[in-house]
C-alpha cells in the first residue's frame, strides 16, 4: 500500500490523466454507428426532454 501523492488531484496509479483512455470515434474498437451512436442517443435524450415540457403544459391548460 502505497500513501497518496500531496499535492496532486489524482491517484498516481489509478487518477486517469487527462487524454488518457480509448481514442474517440472511428479509431476505437468498440465504434457504434445507428441507434446507439451518441448523437442518436443525445437527439433522443433532447426529444424526450421536449416531450416532457409539452405533455406538463397540456396538463396545465386541461387541468
Known amino acids: 500500500m502505497s500513501p497518496a501523492i500531496k499535492g496532486k ?3 498516481r496509479l ?3 490523466a487527462k487524454g488518457s483512455g480509448a481514442p474517440r ?3 476505437n474498437g468498440a465504434y457504434r454507428t445507428g441507434f ?3 448523437e442518436a ?3 433522443r435524450r433532447e426529444c424526450r426532454d421536449v ?3 409539452a405533455r406538463s403544459a397540456l396538463a396545465d391548460l386541461v387541468g
Open 25 to 27: 470515434g472511428e479509431r
Open 9 to 11: 488531484a489524482r491517484c
Open 36 to 38: 446507439y451512436a451518441a
Open 14 to 16: 489509478h487518477g486517469g
Open 51 to 53: 416531450l416532457k415540457v
Open 41 to 43: 442517443v443525445a437527439f
